[in-house]
């Protein structure tokens, strides 16, 4: 519908902004994230990132070598070399002066007088060319400062340290496995036990089933809040108290009604033709359920799958009541992270770095399933 | 045992498990109970399909059961009862709620869930919508509307990191790293300290929210969106509507049923809202919500009973949208 009568040309452009504008709003916060877990705290600390992603103007303070070493040129005293000696290559001077009242007086090229013959003259890669009218006495360089440009300057100094460093106290590496020690159990096993629940409400026909699928829309909405107590006291009281193990039954009751509601949702709607053909050819439910049902139903498979590993992935209440104890071992990244927020507020390069670790295998996941995710959710939601 | 082998263990016993119980079962109802030959074949065919069901449903059943409609009535059971020291409960009746309902950190949770439930429904809605229908008429529709439903899959804790940052406060001289900051500092403003400003920090708070359910509210009503009859636009633009006008005397009203479930649908989350408050003030600066303000009372305080009758009322709160969810799933049924 771009070209239909009506719509005016000035207004198309309106819309092209309006979704930039909005997708930069959108993005941003992200990207802040992204762009400070790449900083040195110090960086974090002195501007913002977004002043990262631009070269950046910075005023330093350097030193000419001794005059001691000026040679005799004609009637002049003469000392050369490069303002960058020690390292610092890459940058590149917009100004310099000689001065801390007019830090940048000159441009690079032009001549700095400083009186008594004295006179220094800097190109913008920071070689100087110091000259002196009389033989220079001893005693340090002179004083200059420049205006230089540093080119955007990136470290993955931080994921080395909240990853991979042994003597890192965060323990983000443990967090990350345990994370995923937790969502991949309560990812699979709530879906096989829903997909034949789906099937017994979609398929079959018994009394009651109008109420039972009544009743799974009523629990997709009852809060979690309520179960907190109740289980946990059930779980001390058969014994597993809190672990993994209790984290994913529970992970796997609150996920039923959503798993079994989506699932029943795109069962019902395959050709009946099929089962019909199937039932006449003596297969029996079983067979039907293994062989064509679960085979058809795989994009609503996949759909409650990404939504149950991005749930459990992300979770924070259930871990916290259902999985960390008081020895602190089996912490999941969101836990983590909450604890930092708390704790070291400040450290935003571990802060930062931290929290993308957990934020970034959802968001692989995000990207690479993105279809089945949209269809799960106008599955479950329009009607 | 390491969690991981612990883990693959457990796997493979629950998908084993229940694939052995539904064959199993099924075997043992098709040969051994009522097997479909002899004299009673008719009858016993009958039978087995009359059980069938059940077996299929049974473990989706006893989990359900336990893990979600128990624990409504236990809570309610726990909300009317106390603790005693040493073991077993004593029956207060109204008690917890009386106590709960003298302390103002309650109140002040009741009214920010109010405010939340205000406000973001109606604004992730809002930006959904304009979102869903900006989108669908330029060519980069598609990755745009890919980077604003982003947001759904980073976590709430993860959310609140990335919002702390944004909020970020350096005192007045410094250099501000949060881009909120800076840019009020850049307009000749003055630095705040966004999350301790009791009342609006709750819109900050908010704000994490709207971000994150703008993608999916955007999602739905742009496949709303395009299962409009195109006719019904064309007629509009042959009676000389203009763009406004099309979208919303003929686009929206067309929509509203997707409008209403998408806004009940947000609705339940803010009624559940947890970790972005739990991370980012926890309840602190006066932006406390109900269940913080439960998890507060089960596990700091450790007061089942006062605890339970917040998360009854959370419950209370969600019981209209439970209705007509089951009211309407019913008539579509039907």
């Keep these: 519908m771009d070209n239909i009568a009506g719509t005016k040309s000035g207004l198309t452009w309106a819309v092209h902004i309006s979704v930039a504008v909005l997708v930069i709003l959108w993005l941003f916060p992200t990207v802040g994230l992204l762009v400070s877990s790449l900083r040195t705290a110090d960086q974090i600390a002195t501007s913002g990132w977004w002043k990262a992603l631009f070269p950046q103007e910075q005023v330093l303070q350097l030193r000419t070598g001794s005059p001691e070493e000026a040679v005799q040129e004609g009637d002049i005293w003469v000392l050369e070399g490069n303002l960058f000696e020690n390292g610092a290559e890459g940058l590149s001077i917009r100004a310099f002066g000689t001065s801390s009242r007019d830090v940048a007086a000159y441009e690079p090229g032009q001549t700095a007088e400083m009186g008594e013959g004295e006179a220094i003259t800097l190109t913008d890669n920071g070689a100087y060319r110091y000259t002196f009218a009389e033989e220079p006495e001893g005693g340090r360089g002179q004083r200059v400062f420049v205006t230089a440009v540093t080119p955007p300057e990136f470290t993955l100094q931080n994921y080395y340290r909240v990853l991979f460093d042994p003597s890192n106290r965060e323990g983000m590496a443990k967090a990350f496995f345990n994370t995923l020690t937790v969502a991949i159990p309560a990812t699979i096993i709530p879906i096989l036990i829903a997909a034949f629940a789906a099937y017994a409400l979609a398929w079959m026909d018994f009394p009651g089933r109008a109420l039972l699928i009544a009743a799974i829309v009523a629990l997709l909405v009852v809060p979690l809040q309520l179960a907190l107590i109740p289980l946990l006291k059930f779980h001390n009281t058969i014994g597993i108290g809190k672990g993994y193990l209790g984290v994913w039954l529970a992970h796997t009751g609150f996920g039923l009604p959503l798993a079994i509601y989506l699932l029943r949702n795109y069962m019902v709607g395959l050709p009946r033709d099929i089962i019909e053909n199937a039932r006449v050819d003596g297969a029996s439910d079983f067979q039907i359920f293994v062989r064509i049902i679960l085979p058809l139903s795989f994009p609503a498979l996949a759909s409650f799958a990404i939504f149950q590993f991005l749930w459990t992935w992300n979770d924070l209440l259930v871990a916290l009541v259902f999985l960390i104890d008081a020895t602190g071992d089996t912490t999941v990244m969101t836990r983590q992270i909450v604890e930092l927020l708390g704790t070291r507020g400040g450290n935003w390069e571990i802060l930062a770095t931290s929290a993308f670790v957990s934020i970034a295998v959802p968001l692989v996941v995000f990207f690479a399933m993105q279809r089945y995710l949209v269809r799960g959710l106008l599955a479950g939601s329009v009607k | ?334």
Aim: aromatic share 12%.
């Design chain 2, 1 to 334: 045992m390491h969690p991981a082998l612990q883990g693959v263990i457990t796997i493979l016993l629950g998908v084993g498990g229940c694939v052995g119980y539904f064959y199993l079962s099924n075997l043992l109802l098709d040969r051994v109970f009522f097997p479909p030959r002899g004299p009673n074949a008719g009858r016993n065919i009958n039978r087995a399909n009359m059980i069938r069901p059940w077996l299929f449903l049974l473990p989706a059943l006893i989990a359900l059961g336990l893990y979600l409609a128990y624990p409504v009535v236990e809570t309610m059971r726990l909300s009317l009862t106390d603790r005693v020291p040493g073991g077993g409960y004593r029956w207060v009746s109204g008690a917890n709620y009386a106590q709960m309902m003298g302390e103002p950190k309650f109140w002040e949770a009741v009214r920010n869930n109010f405010l939340w439930l205000l406000v973001v429904p109606a604004l992730s809605t809002a930006f959904g919508l304009l979102a869903a229908q900006l989108t669908d008429r330029i060519r980069w529709g598609s990755l745009a509307k890919s980077l604003i439903f982003m947001p759904m899959a980073i976590s709430f804790v993860g959310a609140a990191v990335i919002w702390r940052l944004v909020y970020d406060y350096r005192g007045t001289g410094d250099e501000q790293i949060g881009i909120l900051n800076a840019i009020v500092v850049g307009l000749g403003g003055d630095a705040q300290a966004w999350l301790t400003i009791p009342f609006w920090n709750n819109f900050f708070l908010m704000a994490v929210l709207i971000w994150i359910q703008t993608g999916f509210a955007m999602v739905i009503l742009s496949a709303a969106l395009r299962g409009i009859p195109e006719e019904t636009v064309e007629a509009a633009i042959v009676d000389g509507a203009g763009p406004f006008q099309i979208f919303f005397k003929i686009k929206v009203p067309q929509i509203m049923g997707t409008i209403v479930v998408v806004w009940t649908t947000i609705t339940i989350v803010v009624l559940k809202i947890f970790d972005i408050v739990f991370a980012m003030t926890n309840g602190q600066w006066e932006t406390q919500v109900l269940a913080n303000y439960m998890y507060d009372k089960l596990f700091r305080a450790n007061d089942w009973g006062v605890g339970s009758a917040a998360a009854m009322v959370i419950m209370l709160l969600v019981t209209p949208i439970l209705v007509w969810n089951v009211w309407n799933a019913r008539k579509e049924m039907r």
